[in-house]
């Protein structure tokens, strides 16, 4: 669970200057998605960014295919990528990675991903620190949507 999981920073000097993907972007800009998923997968971003661009996980250059990503770590399994957010599901499916507003703010389109973890808490891979899930819940609508993937037993 995520008690388990380690903290990482996509900032993080480590792997922040690596381009993402296939794209001219970094890491450490724009690689919250696969932060996220480094968090729940147990490895490093550089890792994981390693494994997508091998499995080409990755479309127009640095976006995650969310049904690929399984290719790149055969042992989860994809459950589904849902574009509106649900609390009861994200609850039931702790750890859950949800899409947040970035800078709380209606105004712009900025996304941002972080990791539900329960408790009200979540793991956010821009500060590379746990916060209150409060941190992002600015507005009605700044919860974006999530995503869902599962060990396989």
């Known amino acids: 669970g995520a008690d388990k999981m380690i ?9 922040a200057n ?13 690689g919250c998605t696969i ?10 971003p550089d890792e994981t960014n ?6 080409q996980a990755f479309s127009q ?14 042992e989860w399994a994809f459950v589904k990528r849902v574009n509106f957010y649900d609390n009861n599901d994200v609850k039931a499916n702790v750890p ?7 800078d ?16 009200r808490e979540l793991l956010d891979p821009w500060t590379g620190t746990p ?3 409060s941190a992002y819940v600015k507005f009605e609508d700044s919860l974006k949507g999530y995503a869902i993937y599962k060990k396989k037993r």
């Not at 903290?7 to 792997?15: A, G, H, K």
């Not at 859950?96 to 970035?102: A, G, H, I, W």
């Open 50 to 55: 390693r494994r997508m661009i091998k499995a």
């Open 7 to 15: 903290l990482l920073s996509q900032r993080d000097p480590r792997w």
């Open 96 to 102: 859950c990675l949800v899409e947040v507003d970035f």
């Open 61 to 74: 250059g640095n976006l995650v295919i969310w049904a690929k990503v399984p290719l790149a770590f055969p």
């Open 35 to 44: 932060t996220c998923l480094s968090m729940l997968f147990g490895v490093t």
């Open 104 to 119: 709380g703010t209606p105004r712009t389109d900025d996304r941002h991903w972080v990791i539900f973890i329960g408790n």
């Open 131 to 133: 916060r209150p899930t």
């Open 18 to 30: 690596i381009k993402l993907g296939t794209s001219n972007v970094t890491i450490g800009g724009y």
